[in-house]
């Protein structure tokens, strides 16, 4: 909390693949660590020791049509998003007069480009599935 103020959206700032700025076309982002954390069993109904396993990132990007268009344009015939080699995206809370806080999503991929718009939508969202290799927290 800054000056009894919260973390708001209008405090991130989002870069995606193709641009050194960020992107006024982002509208929501989602990333996540999840590691697998179990207890192991021995004789008896209580755990003997606690285990750790693999770790694993995922996350979603959710842009206005006219980003995800801009950035097709930029394939080649025949390709989509989702054949991009992997691509860094970087996430920044800056909230004024705060500390900044920087993410790093490392080697992106996209998963899945929806596409769909129905009568009265005013516009189109995108929320796009992401493979994500690492995330570098607090960079």
């Excluded at 708001?8 to 929501?28: F, M, N, Q, R, Y």
């Excluded at 801009?70 to 989702?82: E, F, P």
């Excluded at 996430?91 to 490392?106: F, H, K, R």
């Excluded at 080697?107 to 718009?117: A, D, V």
Aim: with cysteine.
């Amino acid at each position: 909390m800054i000056n009894n103020f919260e973390y708001a959206w209008e405090d991130i700032k989002v870069i995606l693949p193709g641009s050194s700025l960020p992107s006024d076309a982002v509208t929501a982002i989602e990333y996540n660590s999840d590691k697998e954390h179990t207890n192991i069993y021995g004789a008896g109904a209580v755990p003997v020791a606690m285990g750790r396993g693999k770790k694993e990132f995922t996350g979603k990007v959710t842009v206005l049509q006219s980003l995800l268009e801009a950035m097709q344009r930029s394939m080649s015939a025949g390709k989509d998003l989702t054949d991009l080699t992997p691509f860094n995206i970087t996430v920044s809370y800056a909230p004024e007069g705060g500390v900044a806080t920087t993410d790093q999503l490392v080697g992106c991929r996209f998963k899945k480009i929806p596409k769909s718009m129905k009568a009265g939508d005013p516009n189109q969202e995108i929320e796009m599935d992401l493979a994500i290799f690492k995330i570098n927290y607090n960079v």
